[in-house]
């Protein structure tokens, strides 16, 4: 049982605009910055949202985070096949001071 | 450009200890937080803990018991020992690095460079 929510699973078709949600609490998401990553399948995870909404250096602008209260959100706009991944949620929770991820969300792009 | 690479033995047997090593190249480990993350096999990611750049250690509540994070600053590596290993401790095992980024003054972190992880059976 992770700390963080996240659906198991999204879908959505080629150019589609897909979200994903991620629900935390107050020790967390509701203190503290959110960060996304995305694990091609057989990969590492890649950092893909930071700070809640920013994008590192490489990222599309496809990509997009936002996050209101103890909840954060990742939109994907303009779906790629490519996209097809494990989208993982993560932030500093307070309580267990350390780091804690969303159970994950896997993208099929149909 | 930073790299991160882990090594160690990839079958351990239960009850045994579990020992890897993470190896930076381009950058020293004299900055930042340096963490272990791992990913039983179909599963999602757990923190293992970080050593920060002075040295300093923050272990996962669930695992403190039997997790050290120790650093080679002369090697540029850190190193990861949990103990008492049984089947559930079966994962992919990453190193990462956590980057503070300048937000207005501020640093935010986000763990922006990652090993390509290394999978650790444990059975007999």
């Known amino acids: 049982q992770s700390v963080l929510t996240q659906p198991p699973s999204a879908s959505g078709t080629p150019g589609q605009r897909v979200t994903i949600s991620c629900s935390g609490s107050?020790?967390?998401?509701?203190?503290?910055?959110v960060n996304w990553y995305q694990q091609l399948p057989g990969t590492a995870p890649k950092l893909l949202i930071y700070?809640?909404?920013q994008r590192p250096s490489g990222v599309p602008d496809r990509f997009s985070g936002s996050k209101s209260g103890s909840s954060a959100s990742l939109a994907i706009s303009g779906l790629q096949s490519e996209d097809e991944a494990n989208y993982y949620c993560?932030?500093?929770?307070?309580?267990?001071?350390?780091?804690?991820f969303g159970g994950g969300t896997t993208l099929t792009v149909l | 450009q930073v790299q991160l690479q882990e090594s160690g033995p990839r079958l351990v047997k239960p009850s045994e200890t579990l020992s890897l090593t993470c190896t930076v190249s381009?950058?020293?480990?004299?900055?930042?937080?340096w963490n272990w993350i791992r990913q039983p096999p179909g599963k999602g990611l757990e923190w293992i803990g970080y050593?920060?750049?002075?040295?300093?250690?923050n272990i996962n509540p669930s695992l403190k018991s039997r997790v050290t994070i120790s650093d080679d600053t002369s090697k540029n590596q850190f190193s990861l020992r949990l103990t008492s290993v049984t089947a559930a401790d079966t994962a992919v095992y990453y190193c990462?690095?956590?980057?503070?980024?300048?937000?207005?003054?501020?640093?935010?972190?986000?763990?922006?460079?990652w090993g390509q992880g290394t999978t650790v059976t444990v059975s007999s």
């Open positions: 107050s020790s967390n998401i509701g203190g503290n910055s």
């Open positions: 050593i920060s750049a002075s040295g300093t250690t």
């Open positions: 993560a932030t500093w929770d307070d309580s267990l001071n350390g780091w804690v």
């Open positions: 990462a690095r956590d980057y503070g980024f300048d937000i207005g003054g501020s640093e935010q972190y986000a763990m922006d460079v």
């Open positions: 700070n809640n909404s």
């Open positions: 381009g950058g020293s480990i004299n900055n930042y937080y």
